[in-house]
T-cell receptor
Framework: AQSVTQLDSHVSVSEGTPVLLRCNYS??????LFWYVQHPNKGLQLLLK??????LVKGINGFEAEFKKSETSFHLTKPSAHMSDAAEYFCVVLMNTGFQKLVFGTGTRLLVSP | NAGVMQNPRHLVRRRGQEARLRCSPM?????VYWYRQLPEEGLKFMVYLQKENIIDESGMPKERFSAEFPKEGPSILRIQQVVRGDSAAYFC???????????????FGPGTRLTVT
């Protein structure tokens, strides 16, 4: 079965420094992977998605993620954090058995300090 | 396009009461998904519906929970005889295509936060 593991429950960075949110996946075949962001008391917004095209995926707000099959990873990065990036980030895999559904990681809370 | 609408945004119920959560998908979307998010956890899939049909309810608790998506009107998630453990955020999402097509992008609503006292 497909699953994702988010290695850090919290990540703290200073404004202007790089962001790295880690995600490893488990899948018996090439998966579809997503990163969603959830701001406090808001719904989820899709940041980016990987669907077996280019391994480096660019998303909104300057985020990008690289699919690395050899490492079974799909880490989310941003060169320079902004205060508005503080939120909860979810790595998500699309199950490909039965009726396909999204399987969410447990989330990483990004804290950005001035 | 107004996006996925959910109401109410906050709902307080006493134990034993019923909770009704509504979701209006984006215009043109006929596929609706419900998820539950417990505190400090990720979202867990509950049910997938198309108009008038439940396609996959593998994530729904066996008792007290039901969902519908009628031909006219919003999708409803109904929880009967609520208990404290039902306190959570319930998110609805919609998509224009069935799962597996078009990259399966789902658009999420703002959620309903249910508190059972």
């Amino acid at each position: 079965a497909q699953s994702v593991t988010q290695l850090d429950s919290h990540v703290s960075v200073s404004e202007g420094t790089p962001v790295l949110l880690r995600c490893n996946y488990s899948s018996s075949y090439s998966p579809s992977l997503f990163w969603y962001v959830q701001h406090p008391n808001k719904g989820l917004q899709l940041l980016l998605k990987y669907t077996s095209a280019a391994t480096l995926v660019k998303g909104i707000n300057g985020f990008e993620a690289e699919f690395k099959k050899s490492e079974t990873s799909f880490h989310l990065t941003k060169p320079s954090a902004h205060m508005s990036d503080a939120a909860e980030y979810f790595c998500v895999v699309l199950m490909n058995t039965g009726f396909q559904k999204l399987v969410f990681g447990t989330g990483t809370r990004l804290l950005v300090s001035p | 396009n107004a996006g996925v609408m959910q109401n109410p945004r906050h709902l307080v119920r006493r134990r034993g009461q019923e909770a009704r959560l509504r979701c209006s998908p984006m215009k043109g979307h006929s596929h609706v998904y419900w998820y539950r998010q417990l505190p400090e956890e990720g979202l867990k899939f509950m049910v997938y519906l198309q108009k008038e049909n439940i396609i996959d309810e593998s994530g729904m608790p066996k008792e007290r929970f039901s969902a519908e998506f009628p031909k006219e009107g919003p999708s409803i998630l109904r929880i009967q005889q609520v208990v404290r453990g039902d306190s959570a955020a319930y998110f609805c999402a919609s998509s224009p295509d069935p799962p597996g097509q078009g990259g399966h992008e789902q658009y999420f609503g703002p959620g309903t936060r249910l508190t059972v006292t």
